[in-house]
């Protein structure tokens, strides 16, 4: 490749017009041992390519390499949704025991026979009436002594706070 | 999941209800079936019957005969439990027992000489009266009467009036 080759191939190479077998004609041309004086300046750029390409890894770093890569196999990491599956089942399982705890007074009730009331009602109308009459009369009386307790009570309030 | 929950909701709201008729079915079973207290019961099919056989026989004149008459045909059932054993003892058992979350106190009278008379209600889920719960002791006796059914207080009072009016 003669010197103006080199300068198009080169200008075509800064500009990134350059092919792939351009540039390795370009390589092979910057490493014969005689350059033009403005060539010397690019020599660098292009021998760097061939170096950093010719260098190796020491075996030790390789064969380092190659155990961690055989003993330690790649473990998948994934993450899915378990938090609301498990959250949901202990939310079933802390509802069921409520439900279990909140109901014993009702299936205690259910498996205790219900009381026979009518065996306690009395033999006839008059003394149904009668016993009715008595518990409603003590009822009222009782409400009515209440009622008449918390009137004087509120009077008493009312004459210590209005004296007048 | 939402299902789950509203089915379990849809259980303990069943239970609740099918939980409680009256005070003494809940919380005094031992004491009915207790040789020591009288027990009477006073069944709707009773009340109905004083409609019929109307106030006449009752010892009381025609304004208290009208009053009863209108606050016993509004009741589905009475039951009165009765001791003269160790009274205050079984008042402040039964005081305990009652579930105060159910049962408002009403009024509660003391005596200066011992004894003790408390009114309890119970409303529904709308405030409308549905028991009546009257517990009382004295030196003698410890008193207890459940007064089921669509219940107005206006009307204990009316009745309480007029026997006041007369005395």
Known sequence: MDYNTAKTLLERYFE???TLTEEAELRSYFQQENLPADMQAYRPLFQFFKIA???????AFS???????????????????????????????????AAWILAPDASEANTQTAIDWSQY???????????????????????????????????????????? | MKQFFLLSLLCLGTMSLFGQANAIDEYFKDY?????????????????????????????????????????????????????VTPEKFFNEAKAKINTKT???????????????????????????QELLFLSYGEAEFTMMSFVGPLNLDKIIKLANEMDNDN
């Open chain 1, 16 to 18: 990134g017009t350059s």
């Open chain 1, 53 to 59: 390409g010719e260098q190796k890894v020491s075996n």
């Open chain 1, 63 to 97: 064969e380092r390499l190659a155990s961690i890569e055989s003993t330690a196999p790649a473990k998948i990491v994934r993450f899915r949704r378990p938090a609301t599956r498990w959250a949901a089942i202990a939310a079933m399982i802390a509802l069921a025991l």
């Open chain 1, 121 to 164: 009602e009395p033999e006839n109308e008059e003394e149904a009436i009668r016993i009715t009459t008595a518990a409603l009369q003590k009822t009222s009386s009782s409400l009515r002594r209440g009622m008449r307790i918390a009137t004087n009570e509120l009077q008493g309030v009312k004459k210590l706070v209005q004296p007048w």
């Open chain 2, 32 to 84: 009915v079936e207790d040789e020591k207290f009288s027990v009477v019961y006073i069944s709707p099919r009773l009340f109905q019957m004083f409609e019929k056989i109307g106030g006449e026989k009752l010892d009381l004149d025609d304004d208290e005969a009208a009053a009863f008459m209108d606050l016993a045909t509004d009741l589905r059932g009475l039951r009165i439990l009765s001791t003269d």
């Open chain 2, 103 to 129: 049962y408002e106190t009403l009024i509660t009278i003391r005596e200066r000489n011992g004894g003790n008379t408390e009114f309890l209600l119970r409303e529904d889920d709308k405030g409308n009266l």
